[in-house]
């Protein structure tokens, strides 16, 4: 049985005619650009997050970049982000005309943490852009104090953890909503995705919301007078009105990928060479993937892709020896736990609609792979 690495049409099909209605809405309206879709859809993020504002934006690479020109750093100044992560959560620091200092990762989470990140700290550093990777929270706490210790600013890269919250001081706390500025996307693979590209930022201060407000259309409030250079970064009334009706079905689905997870971590549990993900404690993880770890990466994922069963690679190569930050002056062995993870990862099909059977199956085929015997139960 083939098992796609991820399935949108299954998930359209289960609440197509609330889709097909919001598009609808839209169309008839004729307001495509802003206006009421947008704003609504703004409100219900404001709410499901508990952030004091939330503000559309085109795509999660712009929803960074807007970011840190609010946050007015100077030309050069140094932002750290992880080695380990999607290439945007760098390439946006670059073209914000900053330079991205790489921080390695904890080998159990693949995130930052405050040890990795007080590692690259200089005496130019200003911010840090911690990202949530793959769905579960960096453990925010002491990255906080830390920032704030050194007067840094933080942005919270939340593309892949829309809906993860952490436990703090006795509050469930979402991701995107603790550093200065959170950032999201609405990219189709992400937990809540679109019908094509869309993003979100999240603040808690007035004045970041008022610029950033300005920065996603060409840095004005009134038009044709701009107070600073923005872009056009506006996301589409189609993907709000979209965005807003999947939204009241995100944590059902997050607790579907919940459950796949724990059914991969009870039937991987004891398969030799196979290490799986750590959802640390006092986090609700929302599993944007399921990631495990194996020596023989490259030929595990050969013999799935053989019997046709979906996984990826997230991410082959760590971002400070990617070839464009080559100028940067970093080699091999410089963050050995990225390098690590990026020859050991290998993401496995954990979508909300797949089958109890299409998991046993994927199940199956990496514990045979290792010598395993499969799972009592599996095929
Ligand atoms: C998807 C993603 C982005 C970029 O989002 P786009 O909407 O594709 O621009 C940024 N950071 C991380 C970690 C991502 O996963």
């Known amino acids: 049985m083939p098992v796609p690495f991820l399935d949108l049409t299954a998930q359209y099909r ?3 005619a609330e889709l097909d209605a919001a598009m609808a809405r839209v169309v008839e309206s004729q307001r495509f650009i802003l206006g009421p879709e947008v704003e609504r859809f703004e409100a219900e993020c404001a709410a499901y997050l508990g952030a004091r504002h939330a503000i559309g934006c085109a795509n999660g690479t712009d929803a960074i970049l807007l970011a840190l020109k609010a946050l007015r750093l100077q030309l050069g100044d140094e932002v750290i982000v992880p ?10 620091v670059w073209n914000a005309g900053l330079r991205p200092i790489f921080a390695d990762v904890d080998p159990r989470t693949f995130n930052v943490t405050a040890e990795t ?34 007067g840094l600013a933080v942005v919270e890269d939340a593309a892949q953890a829309f809906g993860a919250r952490q436990e703090i001081d006795g509050e469930w706390r979402a991701a995107g909503t603790l550093g200065d500025v959170g950032t999201f996307s ?30 996603r259309v060409h840095g004005g409030r009134q038009m044709y007078h701009h107070e600073m250079v923005g872009t056009n970064s506006r996301l589409d009334a189609l993907q709000a009105a979209v965005l807003s009706a999947k939204l009241p079905h995100l944590d059902g689905w997050a607790e579907a990928r919940r459950r796949n997870a724990g059914a991969y971590d009870e039937r991987l549990a004891g398969v030799p060479g196979v290490t799986t993900p750590t959802a640390l404690p006092r986090n609700h993880h929302v599993y944007n993937q399921y990631t495990i770890r194996t020596e ?6 050969r013999r799935l892709d053989d019997c046709g069963i979906g996984n990826a690679i997230y991410y082959p190569v760590p971002l400070h020896l990617q070839e464009c930050f080559a100028p940067l002056g970093y080699r091999a062995g410089d963050l050995p736990v990225s390098e690590r993870a990026a020859r050991e990862v290998l993401s496995l099909p954990v979508y909300p609609e797949l089958s109890g059977a299409q998991l046993d199956e994927v199940a199956s085929e990496i514990a045979a792979f290792h010598g395993a015997p499969a799972f009592a139960g599996g095929a």
């Open 117 to 150: 990140v007080r590692a690259v700290l200089s005496d130019r550093t200003r911010a840090i852009v911690v990202v949530h990777l793959f769905g579960q929270m960096a453990d925010m706490p002491p990255i906080l104090a830390l920032a704030r210790d050194r």
């Open 296 to 301: 023989r990466r490259d030929e595990l994922k």
């Open 186 to 215: 609405f990219f189709p693979t992400k937990n809540l995705g679109g019908f094509g590209d869309g993003g979100l930022l999240t603040t808690g201060d007035d004045e970041l919301a008022d610029r950033l407000r300005k920065l």
């Open 83 to 92: 080695a380990f992560t999607f290439f945007a959560t760098a390439g946006a």
């Open 14 to 16: 289960s609440i197509r």
